[in-house]
Structure formats: C-alpha cells, structure tokens
C-alpha cells in the first residue's frame, strides 16, 4: 500500500510538471515536522507580498484533499478556492497561510481525485501515511511549529496572530489558542465543542425525522468500539484513534478557558453542529465569558449555503464570501 501511493504521488507530481504554487498567485515555503515535509501556501496582497503583516492561519477542514485542485470544464480552466472564502478583504491587514495535509499532494488535477476532491487509490483508500497522521495532536504541534517558523520570515508581524478553523479545522484552530500563547484572536467556524462523534450523531438524528428506518444505535456502538480501540491507527480511512481525538475531550472544555477574543461562526441548519454551538453560547453566557462573540446564519449548513426543501444544498448561493467579511469586521472592532 506504501508503495502503491508512493508511485500515485510520483504521477500527482508528472501530471503538474512545471506547475508550481506561484503560478497560481501563491508562495510556496517547506519546513519539517518530525521527519516529514509540510508544504504552506501563503496568500498576500498583490505588491504587498513584503511588506510585514501579522499571520492569519487558516487550518484546513477534514479529508486528504490537496490545496491547490486544477479543473477543465468544457475548455473553462482553473482552480477551486484554497481557501474557500475571497482573501482579498482579509490580505489588506494579514498575510493568510494554509497548511497542505500530510502525504498528501499540493497540487491535483479534479479528474484524478475522487468524487470527494480526496486523494485515494483506485478502491477510495487513503494511504496509511496520511491515516497514521490524521490525529488532533499531530495536527495541533505541527501547526505550532509552523507558526514558530513563519513568524521567523521577514514579511511576517509577530505581534499579533490570528488562528481560524472551519469544522475539524475549527478544532484544531482551538486547541492550538489554547497551547499557544503567541495567539491573539481565535476564529472557531462550524465546530463541533461537544466533539465530532455528537456531529456524527446529530446528523443521524437528523436523518431519522426523514426516514424512520435510520438508526442511532449504530453510532453509539460505533464509538464503544472506538472507546476500546482508541490507541488504534491501522485504517485506509478515519482510525479510531482520530475519532478519539477529536471528540474527548469536547472542545468546549479548553474554548471556556480562553481569554483571548473568539468569534463563534455557524449555519443554523448545520444539523451536526447546530445545537452543539448554541449550548456553546449558553455556557459562555453562563460564564459571564464576555471575550465570546457569536454568529449564527440562518437557514445555511455547515458550508453556509442554503437548503433547498429537500434538505440538499443549494450550491448557487455562495456565503462563503460574506462570512469571511464578517471575520474581518470582527477583526477590525477587536
């Protein structure tokens, strides 16, 4: 298996020959981490590349899929958003950073991904290379190593530091506020503070309004065995020992123990994590944590778009946009 995705990244490598990060708009910087190699895009203000700017990291949501995705679509080239959201507003104060997933390629070509945009063997398997290293806390050390590195680079203000997350990124974007005393402000968007498993489970409970013949009782199943495997890192897909991590302890343990000012992003149709942020809300409030603001969009899903009524997203409406506006203006009041 090593082997085979070992050759599959050597083919991801001939297919974007003389393809590089720049010439997409992006600067391409390598460190290590342990013994791997972690590939950063950074995205700046055009003529502003050098001026010095504080970090905004934006951590990458879940699944093996490369940053920088190539399309061709009816002779319509070009590549999807790396970082979802227009970085326009946002580069004006920051430079903007994101981290590649391990083992995983930089750049790919749409059509030599699965329907998911991950990179996977013929079957859908993941490599272990990239399984054995999909776990909060490789994520977690390995992102603060990467800021220590980037806040070393002459273009980069130490003097603030902005970590933002969306869904399993959220979580790795708070635990890196709550290890890391260099950040300043931390932006927590479509997380799930009770843990991935209750996202599991909401989702589920979701389902069954629709069709009754969907049961629960698997999912919790699913997590007593994840309880008594949770050392467990041998998988083609999520290992258990991943799914542990990040759902015990809840997030929301270490979020109530900041004091750093947070902005709490979420769809309220994100049936996964809807209710998890709002019991989010009532325990700041309970807390008196008044360094919590909260933004709920109504009627949007996880990825804030609206629902059409057969609960499927409508991809014509993208919101992305806005929210990232309202992460700036957050930023700017703070």
């Known amino acids: 298996m090593k082997l085979l995705f070992n050759i599959l990244l050597l083919l991801f490598s001939?297919?974007?020959?003389?393809?590089?990060?720049?010439?997409f708009g992006f600067r391409h910087l390598q460190t290590t981490y342990k013994t791997d190699t972690v590939d950063i895009l950074i995205k700046s203000l055009k003529g502003e590349e050098q001026?010095?700017?504080?970090l905004l990291l934006f951590c990458q949501g879940s699944l093996p899929i490369p940053l920088i995705i190539k399309y061709d679509e009816n002779g319509k080239k070009g590549i999807y958003n790396v970082f979802v959201f227009n970085t326009d507003s946002l580069s004006k104060k920051y430079h903007?950073?994101?981290?590649?997933?391990?083992?995983?390629?930089?750049?790919?070509?749409?059509?030599?991904?699965?329907?998911?945009m991950t990179f996977a063997d013929s079957s859908g398997n993941y490599s272990t290379d990239y399984t054995k290293r999909n776990l909060?806390?490789?994520?977690?050390?390995?992102?603060?190593?990467?800021?220590?590195?980037?806040?070393?680079?002459?273009?980069?203000?130490?003097?603030?530091?902005?970590?933002?997350?969306?869904?399993?990124?959220?979580?790795?974007?708070?635990?890196?506020?709550?290890?890391?005393?260099?950040?300043?402000?931390?932006?927590?968007?479509?997380?799930?503070p009770l843990g991935r498993i209750m996202s599991i489970l909401g989702r589920v409970r979701n389902e069954q309004l629709k069709d009754s013949t969907k049961n629960t009782n698997g999912v919790f199943e699913y997590w007593s065995k994840t309880i008594e495997n949770k050392n467990d890192d041998n998988s083609t897909g999520d290992t258990f020992k991943g799914q542990y991590q990040f759902s015990n302890p809840p997030t929301i343990e270490i979020l109530l123990?900041?004091?750093i000012p947070v902005l709490v992003t979420y769809g309220t149709k994100d049936f996964g994590a809807v209710s998890q942020n709002d019991y989010l809300r009532v325990a700041a409030i309970a807390k008196q944590k008044l360094n919590f603001t909260f933004k709920d969009y109504i009627g949007l899903d996880h990825n804030f778009f609206p629902l059409l009524q057969n609960d499927n997203p409508n991809y014509d409406i993208f919101n992305w946009d806005k929210?990232?506006?309202?992460?700036?203006?957050?930023?700017?009041?703070?």
């Open 51 to 54: 001026i010095k700017k504080p």
């Open 136 to 192: 909060l806390e490789y994520y977690v050390y390995r992102d603060i190593q990467v800021i220590n590195f980037l806040q070393k680079q002459t273009f980069i203000s130490s003097e603030n530091l902005v970590v933002a997350g969306h869904s399993e990124g959220a979580t790795i974007a708070a635990n890196i506020a709550y290890r890391s005393k260099k950040v300043t402000k931390l932006i927590y968007s479509g997380g799930s």
């Open 257 to 259: 123990k900041l004091r």
């Open 323 to 334: 929210v990232a506006e309202d992460w700036r203006k957050w930023l700017e009041i703070k």
């Open 14 to 23: 001939n297919l974007v020959f003389g393809q590089k990060a720049e010439d």
């Open 96 to 116: 903007l950073a994101i981290i590649n997933k391990p083992f995983v390629p930089l750049i790919a070509d749409k059509n030599s991904l699965t329907n998911e």
